[in-house]
């Protein structure tokens, strides 16, 4: 299985700020996904990190809001810009490698974000 | 799009007793139906999974079964331990298409002593 380190794994904000989650994998991996866990909630798909290209967004989330990257197969990056108290949330990088006998789908520990 | 139900939201069982967690899903292109784990203040870990190719998987004392006539799976614990309480998290996902994961909205296990 993939190991993901996620950086930071908390942090406490000022609202109107920005911060900037990073993902790493110990492998080459084809698919990276960005999902946000409100507390209690079940986890909501944010977007699928593209490399090379813009990030797929799901309905509800904008790329001025949550700008990210992937510029290889191993790495990507998301922003959570211009922070209020509502962004408040746990947020999980995920990867998967996708094939006939090998698919697959791993988590992050997570990065509980609080804007105050 | 795809969307998953998951019940109960909330399970007691007796220590030792079987669990049983119900998803149901959408979308019957669906061909990958995996189970994830989440202890307090971690990620989802992936205990089993299933693909639409097979109707039961089973791995020590967890066990996945899928109807795909009914668009409906459901999660197997038996002899139940305190370390299996957690939320359960069931998904869909159509890989063969690239795309993503859709959850249920978790159910949260309690095994009493």
């Given at each position: 299985?993939?190991?993901?380190?996620q950086?930071?794994s908390?942090?406490?904000?000022?609202?109107?700020?920005?911060?900037?989650?990073?993902?790493?994998?110990?492998?080459?991996?084809?698919?990276?996904?960005?999902?946000?866990q409100?507390?209690?909630?079940?986890?909501?798909?944010?977007?699928?990190?593209?490399?090379?290209?813009?990030?797929?967004?799901?309905?509800?989330?904008?790329?001025?809001?949550?700008?990210?990257?992937?510029?290889?197969?191993?790495?990507?990056?998301?922003?959570?810009?211009?922070?209020?108290?509502?962004?408040?949330?746990i947020y999980l990088c995920?990867?998967?490698?996708?094939?006939?006998?090998?698919?697959?789908?791993?988590f992050g520990q997570g990065t509980r974000?609080?804007?105050? | 799009?795809?969307?998953?139900?998951?019940?109960?939201?909330?399970?007691?069982?007796?220590?030792?007793?079987?669990?049983?967690?119900?998803?149901?899903?959408?979308?019957?292109?669906?061909?990958?139906?995996?189970?994830?784990?989440?202890?307090?203040g971690k990620g989802?870990?992936?205990?089993?999974?299933?693909?639409?190719?097979?109707?039961?998987?089973?791995?020590?004392?967890?066990?996945?079964?899928?109807?795909?006539?009914?668009?409906?799976?459901?999660?197997?614990?038996?002899?139940?331990?305190?370390?299996?309480?957690?939320?359960?998290?069931?998904?869909?996902?159509?890989?063969?298409?690239?795309?993503?994961?859709?959850?249920?909205?978790?159910?949260?296990?309690?095994?009493?002593?």
């Amino acid at each position: 299985s993939a190991v993901i380190s996620q950086k930071p794994s908390r942090d406490i904000c000022q609202r109107g700020t920005s911060l900037t989650i990073q993902c790493q994998v110990d492998s080459q991996v084809t698919m990276m996904f960005w999902y946000r866990q409100q507390p209690g909630q079940s986890l909501t798909l944010i977007a699928t990190a593209n490399q090379g290209s813009e990030a797929t967004y799901e309905s509800g989330f904008v790329i001025d809001k949550f700008p990210i990257s992937r510029p290889n197969l191993t790495f990507s990056t998301l922003t959570v810009s211009n922070m209020s108290p509502e962004d408040s949330s746990i947020y999980l990088c995920s990867v998967a490698q996708w094939g006939v006998t090998d698919t697959e789908a791993f988590f992050g520990q997570g990065t509980r974000l609080t804007v105050v | 799009g795809e969307n998953v139900e998951q019940h109960p939201s909330t399970l007691s069982v007796q220590e030792g007793d079987s669990a049983v967690i119900k998803c149901t899903y959408s979308d019957s292109a669906s061909n990958y139906f995996p189970w994830y784990k989440q202890e307090l203040g971690k990620g989802p870990q992936l205990i089993i999974d299933i693909r639409s190719n097979v109707g039961e998987k089973k791995d020590q004392r967890i066990a996945v079964t899928l109807n795909k006539t009914a668009k409906h799976f459901s999660l197997h614990i038996t002899e139940t331990q305190p370390e299996d309480s957690a939320v359960y998290f069931c998904a869909a996902s159509r890989p063969d298409r690239d795309d993503k994961i859709i959850f249920g909205k978790g159910t949260r296990l309690h095994i009493l002593p």
